[in-house]
């Protein structure tokens, strides 16, 4: 009996060591419009998320992470590739996004996260809102990734005609709520095997086949990829998930999205898989401030998606990792841009050096807690420069509508200067009290546009001939 007890501890030992020396895996879950004051830890006092909450309070909770653009398209571009998406291609000032009558997407010459990783034998899926070309010379499986499941661009596209009708109808969650309104299609890796989506299971199917990826894949490192549909208009939420909330549609469908997050946590837990995984929490943009209560809440920060305020590119992060990952409150900076170099030292893969990276590596921070190497940061929008970032001011020199981000960039007479450490909500300009300082950021933004001057054309803007 002693020694039957003996190796069953041999073999529990020899389980937890191998987790802890083995690259890990990673998870990067990537919500679509949700908001910084959208989750529990991150601020709500409404929206319950328990899963997520628990992970920022096992993990890292940071404060201060930046998405590489405040739109879906270039922000999903630069969290794969660990480049501005100027330098891609994947932004426009003719058109904010990739729409279903695109003819370009994310060059293939372009380096994903997934094509890094699988180069040191990880396996690896996209499920979700790919939204980076809908083609199949720019769907996942061209970028690295071994399957994908998911609607291609987003959930309100080729919606039948009525896309034109958002404005006129944004005070109405109502309008948004018939499947057949959004005819969308469900690709498994190139073949629609659904169209219409049905919407109302996309989480929870998502979900599923997330939950399967890693069940495959225990005996070996993965890389997955979620991305969620949701809370990018319309919204949409399981019949087991609608009006559990008691308060919104809109927190019924990020409460839903929490209960997948849980799902994953289990998932790893049950095959043994939590000490040797990294999961990242966060989303692609803030909150689409056009719809009102069915819309988010970018909490303390000013304006939201489509913007280069503080709410339209800070987002909630978090990364959880229990035998990797040093607990604790981050407020430093840094950004999806840095999760390729991040991956890459933690894994042993390489990060492309025939050409200009803007990642860092953020490994050190989460097994050590040591300073972020992030000190900056540029804010582009719509293949424009809008403004540049130090760990303590922010200069624009542009603008969007902080509400409808759709009119046409505001070019302002002169800089405005925040301290984005005493003054979190832009409310205080203080460009008139320190000039020098205002210069020196200008300085630095001059320096960056001819460092990508040369970047790739735009991919955005060329549309399919019509049929």
């Given amino acids: 009996m002693k020694k039957l007890i003996l190796f069953t501890l041999l073999i529990q030992c020899l389980s937890v060591f191998g987790q802890y020396n083995d690259r890990p895996n990673f998870v990067v879950v990537f919500c679509d419009d949700l908001g910084y004051g959208d989750i529990g830890a991150f601020g709500s006092p409404m929206i319950r998320t328990p899963n997520i909450d628990q992970m920022a309070a096992e993990g890292q909770k940071w404060t201060q992470f930046y998405v590489g653009d405040p739109v879906c398209t270039p922000s999903r571009a630069a969290l794969l590739t660990g480049r501005y998406p100027i330098r891609s291609g994947m932004t426009s000032s003719e058109r904010h996004v990739l729409f279903p009558d695109s003819a370009n997407g994310l060059k293939q010459e372009e380096v994903t996260i997934a094509e890094v990783l699988k180069a040191e034998g990880y396996a690896t899926a996209a499920v979700g809102k790919w939204h980076l070309g809908h083609l199949p010379e720019f769907l996942p499986q061209e970028q690295g990734f071994d399957s994908y499941f998911g609607i291609p661009y987003s959930n309100d596209m080729n919606n039948n005609g009525f896309f034109g009708e958002y404005s006129k109808n944004a005070d109405d969650p109502n309008y948004f709520s018939e499947i057949d309104y959004f005819d969308v299609p469900l690709?498994?890796?190139?073949?629609?095997?659904?169209?219409?989506?049905?919407?109302?299971?996309?989480?929870?199917?998502?979900?599923?086949?997330?939950?399967?990826?890693?069940?495959?894949?225990?005996?070996?490192?993965?890389?997955?990829?979620?991305?969620?549909?949701?809370?990018?208009?319309?919204?949409?939420?399981?019949?087991?998930?609608?009006?559990?909330?008691?308060?919104?549609?809109?927190?019924?469908?990020?409460?839903?999205?929490?209960?997948?997050?849980?799902?994953?946590?289990?998932?790893?837990?049950?095959?043994?898989?939590?000490?040797?995984?990294?999961?990242?929490?966060?989303?692609?943009?803030?909150?689409?401030?056009?719809?009102?209560?069915?819309?988010?809440?970018?909490?303390?920060?000013?304006?939201?998606?489509?913007?280069?305020?503080?709410?339209?590119?800070?987002?909630?992060?978090?990364?959880?990792?229990?035998?990797?990952?040093?607990?604790?409150?981050?407020?430093?900076?840094?950004?999806?841009?840095?999760?390729?170099?991040?991956?890459?030292?933690?894994?042993?893969?390489?990060?492309?050096?025939?050409?200009?990276?803007?990642?860092?590596?953020?490994?050190?921070?989460?097994?050590?807690?040591?300073?972020?190497?992030?000190?900056?940061?540029?804010?582009?929008?719509?293949?424009?420069?809008?403004?540049?970032?130090?760990?303590?001011?922010?200069?624009?020199?542009?603008?969007?509508?902080?509400?409808?981000?759709?009119?046409?960039?505001?070019?302002?007479?002169?800089?405005?200067?925040?301290?984005?450490?005493?003054?979190?909500?832009?409310?205080?300009?203080?460009?008139?009290?320190f000039p020098e300082v205002v210069q020196t950021l200008l300085d630095k933004m001059e320096v960056h546009l001819k460092d990508v001057e040369g970047s790739t054309p735009d991919q955005l803007a060329e549309r399919l001939p019509k049929e």
């Fill in 187 to 433: 690709i498994e890796n190139t073949t629609t095997i659904e169209r219409p989506t049905d919407q109302t299971t996309i989480t929870k199917r998502y979900t599923e086949r997330a939950v399967q990826f890693i069940e495959k894949n225990k005996e070996k490192p993965f890389f997955l990829y979620l991305a969620h549909s949701m809370p990018h208009i319309p919204l949409f939420t399981s019949k087991a998930f609608k009006g559990r909330s008691k308060a919104s549609l809109y927190v019924d469908v990020i409460e839903e999205v929490d209960w997948s997050v849980g799902q994953i946590i289990d998932a790893l837990k049950v095959n043994n898989l939590d000490k040797n995984t990294i999961v990242v929490f966060t989303s692609d943009n803030g909150p689409w401030l056009l719809f009102k209560t069915h819309g988010g809440s970018a909490g303390p920060f000013r304006a939201g998606k489509g913007t280069t305020f503080e709410g339209g590119q800070r987002v909630p992060t978090v990364f959880w990792g229990p035998g990797i990952v040093k607990s604790g409150v981050i407020n430093e900076m840094g950004s999806t841009l840095d999760l390729m170099n991040t991956f890459a030292a933690l894994s042993g893969g390489k990060v492309p050096d025939d050409r200009k990276m803007d990642g860092y590596d953020l490994s050190k921070v989460l097994t050590q807690k040591a300073d972020s190497p992030r000190k900056e940061f540029y804010y582009w929008a719509f293949a424009e420069l809008h403004g540049y970032r130090t760990e303590q001011y922010k200069v624009h020199i542009k603008q969007r509508d902080p509400i409808n981000y759709g009119q046409p960039t505001i070019t302002l007479d002169k800089p405005e200067l925040y301290d984005v450490r005493a003054d979190i909500s832009e409310k205080y300009d203080l460009a008139d009290n």
